[in-house]
């Protein structure tokens, strides 16, 4: 926003900051696989390699990749940890293994019931940073593996384990580390189709507004040859058609506006419809 606003001044100063900061969380917060969670007022990791409990969390290693403070090799490798550790049928655990020994120094987390809420369970609301996260890194079979297991349409059959409706993202799913492992609770009272809805259009479909020009850019399964969308900005209507002729997760070659050539697609008339041909590779 500085820079298209042409704010010298501040461009300067917060690059320096992000690149501060990203110096210092990739000495500090790497733990060989994974980021850790954070660091305690009196100086202990939370989410090492070393520990026995709460070893690795969701939140920290998504938005490293998300923030960008991860290079692609560490964003890889951490997003890798998250699917071996936390992935699950249901959706991404938000840490793992469970807490069972209450530690304030950590704190709350630590007190709450193994496999429920903060504790271990599929929090929905962060599982959409991690399909993000994956698109980032080009991955896009991994971000819809990660999206369909959180999706309640494919818990459809399943009402005996989940409990609550299959048309609603809920707060949370009872994690593996509790009897009541699938059990799906408090439909509606979260964030989370708010957030599936965003990363799942601008990422996985990759159809994102910026400043002057609508960006398509899709992080798609290997096996989708096409689709098809309707984006609706600024008062105009986009048809966009998305071909996939050589089965690529991620890739524009080649991108096409009313059956002309084109770089990028500009802001268009109020009013105005627009053919929008996108062909990746």
Request: include cysteine; hydrophobic fraction near 35%; proline fraction near 5%.
């Amino acid at each position: 926003l500085a820079e298209y606003l042409g704010r010298t001044e501040d461009v300067e100063k917060y690059q320096a900051m992000r690149e501060r900061v990203g110096n210092v969380c990739n000495r500090e917060l790497w733990d060989k696989e994974w980021f850790i969670r954070g660091i305690t007022k009196n100086g202990k990791k939370i989410g090492t390699s070393e520990d026995a409990e709460g070893k690795v969390h969701l939140e920290s290693n998504a938005w490293a990749v998300l923030s960008g403070a991860a290079d692609v090799e560490k964003g890889k490798r951490a997003m890798d940890s998250v699917d071996k550790y936390l992935f699950t049928p249901y959706g991404i655990l938000l840490n793992a293994p469970s807490y069972t020994v209450p530690d304030d120094d950590i704190g709350f987390v630590t007190r709450v019931y193994p496999g429920l809420k903060e504790n271990g369970s599929i929090f929905s609301h962060p599982n959409p940073w991690a399909w993000a996260a994956e698109c980032v890194l080009g991955r896009g079979d991994r971000a819809m593996k990660f999206y369909n297991a959180l999706c309640p349409y494919y818990q459809n059959n399943m009402i005996e384990i989940r409990q609550s409706e299959p048309y609603s993202y809920c707060q949370f799913v009872v994690g593996r580390d509790h009897t009541a492992f699938g059990r799906a609770r408090h439909p509606f009272m979260t964030g989370s189709g708010g957030w599936g809805y965003f990363f799942a259009t601008r990422y996985m479909l990759g159809i994102r507004p910026d400043f002057e020009h609508l960006t398509i850019d899709p992080c798609i399964p290997a096996d989708w040859k096409e689709f098809s969308a309707v984006r609706r900005w600024r008062g105009a209507e986009y048809d966009i058609h998305v071909e996939n002729p050589d089965g690529v997760m991620k890739g524009v070659q080649e991108l096409y506006l009313d059956g002309e050539k084109v770089e990028r697609i500009p802001v268009m008339a109020q009013g105005s419809r627009h053919d929008v041909r996108v062909v990746m590779g």
